[in-house]
C-alpha cells in the first residue's frame, strides 16, 4: 500500500442546510437547480444612518422552525449562529441516520445514540461569530441613558406644550429621534457567550455531549471550507471517527453596520441594472456581491469503515484539502493568484487526482470585479478549460463564513445527482472557461469546492462520487 | 404596594422559574435557588433576564446574590417597582 492508500477515507453522510434558497438541503438544492435567488431592497431603516450605494440583499426569510434542540428560553441565549448550526446538524444528523436521545432534560441536552462522545468532534466556520448580538448589545449600553433622558425631555416639552407654555413640536421632534434610535430594552447578560466565534462549536458539542476536537474556524470567505478540510484531516489523521462540520454567518443588525462595512470597501453589488439582476458572477457586468444576511450549512462526516459498520450511505467522499495564504493584502487577491493556483495543486496532490480527473469547479465566484477574472484564470492554468464551472454565489449571494459549507453540499448534491447549477445572469463570462449557465448534467467522479477568502486565505476541497 | 400586586409579581416570578429551571411546579416562596432549585449559573442569568423583560426593571449586579428565593426575588422586585415611581 501507498502511504496514501493506507489513510484513513472520509464520507459525507448527511447534511443540513438553512438559506435564503431553502431551509433544508433539499429544498436548497431545488432551489440552486432551478436557478432561484432570493434579492429584496435593503431594510429602508439603513438609509437612515447611511448613505449607502449597494441597494440589495439576500434576506434569510422564514428560517425560525420548530425544533425541540431550541426553546425559546435557548433562542435568547443562543446568538443565531448557533441557533443556525443547531437546525441544520439537526437535519445532518437525521439524514446520516443518527438516533438522537435525550441527555439531561433540565439542560435540553442530547446523546447520539450508540457512538463513542469522546471520539465525535465539532468543526465549524464562521467568519465574525456574534456580532449581530455585540452590536445589538452596544446599542442597548451607548443608547438605554440617553434614550430615557431623551423620554424625560419629550415628556417636559409635552407637559409645557399643555400648559400653554411652549408648542408640542419640540416634544414630537424628540419622539421622532427616539424612534429613530432601536435598543434592546435590557442588557443581555448572555453577550460575551453569544458574541464570541467559538460558540458556534462549542454550543454543537453542548447540546449533543461531544468530548472529540472542537475548534471554530474564522477565515473570513474561506471558513467553512476550512473547517470542513480541518475536520476530513483530523479524521483522516484518526483524532476523531465522527464530526459535524461547516459553516454559519448571521450579518443583520438594526443599523446596517455590517452592510456598511462591505459597501464601504465598494465589495457589494451596486449600479443601474434591476435588483435580480445585479449578482452576476463571472460576468463582464459585474458590479459585486449580493450581500447575504446570514446561513448555515453542516455536513456530517465520518471515517468510511466507521460509517459502513453502521450501515450508513455514503453520499460523496471527501477526498482531499488545500490551503495557502497570499501574504498580500486583506482585501486585494495577489494579482498573479499564484497562491491560489497552488492551493488547488496542493488540494489534488492531496487527493490523489490528476487536474484531467476533476469534472466540476463550484467555484468562490462572487461577482467583484477582482475575484472572477483571476479565479477564472487560476482554474483554467491549474484543471485546464474544458472543466464545469458555477458559482452557488450567483443564486444565494455572499453567506461569507457559510458560504464554503453551502457551495460544498451543493458539490455533494452534484456528484450524488450528477447534475450542477448553474451561474445566474452569466451572459457575458469574463474568460474562455465551460461556465454552466442552467442545471447542466454532468458525469464528473471529482470536484473540487473552492473559497478565497479576505485575509488572502486561499482553501480547496476535493470530493468525489461514492 | 398592594398585597394584590406582591401575589401578581409572585405568580410571574413562579412562572418564569418553572421554565428557567424547567420545574414541574411553581416552586414555594421559601425554596432557595441553588441548594433547593438546582440553579446553575446559565439559569440565573436567564432568570435575571427574564425578570428584567417581564418587570421593565433592571436588577444591580451587586443586588443578584440576594436573590436566593422566590419571596426574596418578589421582595426586590417590588422594592425596585416602589423606588421607580410604581410597579411595572
Redesign the interface.
Known sequence: LTAAAARRRVVVTGTGVVSALGNTTGSFWQSCLAGRTAVAPIPEQWRRYSSLRSPAWSPLGDWDRESSLLT??ER??LDITSQLAVLAAEEALTEAGLELRVAD??R?TRTLVARDPERLGVFMGTGVGGVSTLLAVASHVMLAAGKERLAELASTLDAAATAGGGTAGGARLVEAVLAELPSP??????AVTMAMPNAVSANLAIKLGLHGPCPTFTCACASGTVAIGQAFRALRGGECDFALAGGTEYLWDAYGCTFRGFDAVGALAQGDLPLAQLNRPFDRRRCGFLFSEGGCAVLVLEELESARRRGARPLAEVRGFGETCDGHDLIALEPSGREARRAIELCLADACLAPEEIGYVNAHGTGTSLNDPLEAQVVAEALGPEVAVSSTKSLLGHTLGASGALEAVATVRTLLEGVAHGCRCLEEPVAELRFLTRATRIGAAHALSQSFAFGGQNAVLALSRC | MTELDREQVTRKVQSILVEVLNLEAPPGPDERLVEDLGAESVDVLSLLFELEEAFGRSIPDEQVPELSTVRAIVDRILAAGHAAGGAA
Open positions: 425559546r428560553l435568547k441565549r432534560g433540565k435540553n430594552v435590557s442588557f443581555n447578560p448572555f
